[in-house]
């Protein structure tokens, strides 16, 4: 087996000076242990290695270390099933557990292989090719390596939390292929994944660990057809770099007792608040569509330290297209999921796809319900304020296809099937009835054939509310789709009956394309609900003379149909004013009920005695206005006069 080796400097070996070369071959007598007599040195091997259970260990003490594979292959656990070895690593290639201050370590291309061959339905093979604990500064680069059995990591993190130091683990540009169809568990945050990193701990305040800037640092890898899920990394202060990475996932089980799996690309943990700093970036995620993979990235109790980029929790530019399995694998897909705990959050330029497929017989409706969203925000964080949400350039696509497509029951549950691009739920402070502060959406695009915004939770008054900026709705298929759509829906996905409590929140400037509406809701009017949404445009008035020429100094007033003003000011230099106007507001228990009463606005204009009014009705695209003062005469701004070595000179302003 060869394999092209890409040469990068290694960043965590700084500087050593390496003594020998020291030669591994198949007559060295496996499993091999490294001592700390090797430290500096640079390890080769002789030739493909073929072992029955595990390859390397390490003894305490040891660093510095180098393995130069080349483009060998160490073959580890062939010897297959290992009674009674159930529950714990059945085989690796890389074991660093059990031995304190084992660091600088670097390994460099070459392939480990876990050669185990025969049926897996019933013998499950745990194996950890890269078995992670006590050890720090360790780096991965350009290595493939390939896991089969049941319960199959290529990375394996075994020691509890409050034990292991894993710290500053690296891979870069490996290749992770899991061929494992065999896991008795299901959940969606347990330890069985392709790369788990699940007791990466204490950034900061370990003896000898100080000043290390991250945990885990997953780069330009490469981790294919996993059944189940991809990369897992929980540990409290985590901080953790994932970026430009591909990873694909397909929910395939052959347990008998687990016929589907709940599969993700990612999922990213944590159980401190406010001391998580992690960059999810530049990542492609994709699920086979053979049997669905119907959730791309799961965040949970992430409590970013800063609300910045560098110092919270980022989550950018990555591209997301999930496939919401057939019945009896994953009915509920969700292409980016963020749940409990969360805080000090930006989402800048992702794209975030979830589709469902109906075609066969075994389609996406059951007794509890499915339904197929892009983007999932359900709770939020500590009882620690500022909360801190920020998705800015985002596009969340979720749509039906197949017999459903122009069927969607919508609604949550009982045998609903329904799309929804972007869902915000149960929207509080975990634990807590106040509602959440500081959350803002910007400039996303929305795509969908049946909802396009979800607002369902209570969010709260007092000026805590959901702000949508610059939002564009799109309705999946054009005017070829005849499925209902709903641009807003005031329900929860997990809890229809009790979770509506929007209140007080608004989409300003949205724009609608492909037959959608901006006043086509479904609010629920139950008198237990205290629902409110507006929508709102940023209306501009150009104030000019009889000569077509802008007005500068006249007053200006915006009137809605309320009597209320919203803008009394005067003209600028160009007789133009802006202003941000709610032209439709959607709820009950709330003032105003009629939402249609805040149109037609009225319009002033006054300059001396000259005056005009106009009566417009506003809309999402009807919201720049002119008026014109005919007994007026305008001037042109980019004329004036200016002051040039003492005298007065007349010329264009450049």
């Known amino acids: 087996m060869k394999f092209v080796i890409v040469a990068v400097s290694l960043i965590i070996l700084s500087a050593p000076v390496f003594s020998a070369i020291i030669t591994l071959s198949q007559s060295s007598g496996w499993p091999y242990t490294i001592t700390n007599d090797f430290n500096y040195d640079t390890v080769v091997l002789d030739g493909n290695i073929h072992v029955d259970d ?3 260990k390490f003894s305490s003490g040891t660093h510095d270390v180098l393995f130069d594979l080349d483009e060998d292959t160490i073959y580890f656990g062939e010897n297959g099933y290992v009674y009674g070895r159930i529950s714990s690593v059945g085989a690796s ?11 600088n370590i670097a390994v460099r291309g070459g392939a480990l292989v876990h050669n185990i061959s025969g049926s897996f339905t019933t013998e499950l093979h745990s194996v950890g090719a890269i078995r992670v604990a006590m050890a720090y500064n360790v780096t991965f680069e350009s290595t493939y390596v390939e896991v089969r059995g049941g319960n199959a990591r290529a990375v394996w993190s075994t020691v509890g939390l409050s034990t292991s130091f894993p710290y500053n683990w690296e891979f870069r540009e490996c290749v992770f292929n899991n061929l494992s169809l065999n896991y008795f568990d299901r959940q969606y945050w347990d330890e ?8 990466c701990n204490y950034r900061g305040g370990v003896s000898g660990l100080e000043g290390f800037d ?7 890898c490469s981790l294919v057809t996993a059944p189940h899920a991809q990369i897992h990394v929980n540990g409290d202060s985590l901080v953790a770099v994932i970026d430009s990475n591909w990873m694909l996932t397909d929910a395939w089980n052959d347990h008998p007792s687990y016929t589907f799996a709940e599969c993700f690309a990612a999922a990213l943990r944590s159980g401190v608040d406010g001391d998580n700093i992690v960059k999810f970036r530049w990542n492609i995620i994709r699920s086979g569509n053979n049997y669905g993979g119907g959730r791309g990235l799961m965040i949970t109790g992430l409590d970013g330290h800063k609300f910045t980029e560098d110092s919270g929790i980022f989550i950018g530019y990555n591209n997301a297209k999930t496939h919401q399995g057939f019945s009896g694998y994953d009915n509920n897909g969700m292409s980016t999921y963020w749940r409990e705990h969360w805080q000090n959050i930006i989402s800048r330029g992702n794209y975030w796809e979830n589709w469902g497929d109906t075609s066969n017989n075994e389609n996406l409706g059951d007794s509890a319900g499915s339904f197929s969203l892009a983007l999932r925000i359900v709770g939020a964080g500590s009882d620690n304020e500022p909360y801190g949400l920020h998705i800015v350039g985002d596009t969340c696509v979720s749509y039906i296809v197949g017999d459903a497509k122009n069927a969607q029951n919508f609604g949550w549950g009982g045998g609903a ?6 869902v915000f739920e149960e929207f509080q402070p975990y634990g807590s009835s ?15 054939n049946g909802i396009f915004l979800s607002n369902a939770g209570y969010n709260g008054t007092g000026g805590k509310y959901l702000n949508f900026e610059n939002l564009k709705f799109q309705n999946y298929g054009g005017a070829d789709v005849v499925a209902p759509y709903w641009t807003v829906w005031f329900q929860s996905p997990s809890n229809p009956a009790d ?6 929140n608004y989409i300003w400037n949205p724009i609608y394309e492909n037959q959608v509406s901006d006043t086509h809701w479904a609010p629920d009017y139950d008198a237990n609900d205290s629902i409110s949404m507006g929508l709102g445009t940023t209306i501009t008035v150009q104030v000019n003379g009889n000569n077509g020429l802008p007005v500068s100094g006249a007053n200006l007033w915006v009137i809605n149909n309320y009597d209320d003003t919203i803008l009394s000011t005067i003209t600028n230099t160009t007789g133009r004013a802006t202003v941000d106007a709610v032209y439709w507001w959607e709820g009950n228990n709330f003032y105003p009920v009629d939402s249609t009463e805040f149109n037609p606005f009225t319009i002033k204009a006054l300059k001396d005695s000259d005056s005009t009014e106009s009566n417009p009705t506003v809309g999402w695209n009807v ?16 004329f004036r006069k200016k002051i040039m070595s003492g005298k007065f000179v007349t010329g264009k302003i450049k």
Not at 192 to 199: I, P, R, V
Not at 214 to 220: A, D
Not at 499 to 504: D, T
Not at 623 to 636: A, D, I, P, R, V
């Open 434 to 448: 106040e509602p959440i502060a500081g959350v803002t959406v910007e400039s996303c695009i929305l795509i969908s």
């Open 214 to 220: 991250h945990h885990v640092k997953i780069v330009n």
């Open 623 to 638: 919201k720049s206005f002119t008026l014109t003062l005919s007994g007026t005469e305008g001037s042109n701004p980019r």
């Open 417 to 422: 099937i329904t799309a929804a691009a972007m």
């Open 499 to 504: 979770q509506r409590h929007s209140h007080h």
């Open 93 to 103: 290639a890389f074991d660093f557990t059990g031995n304190p201050q084992v660091y």
């Open 192 to 199: 069985h994944t392709t790369l788990n990193f699940g007791g």
């Open 54 to 56: 595990d390859a390397i």
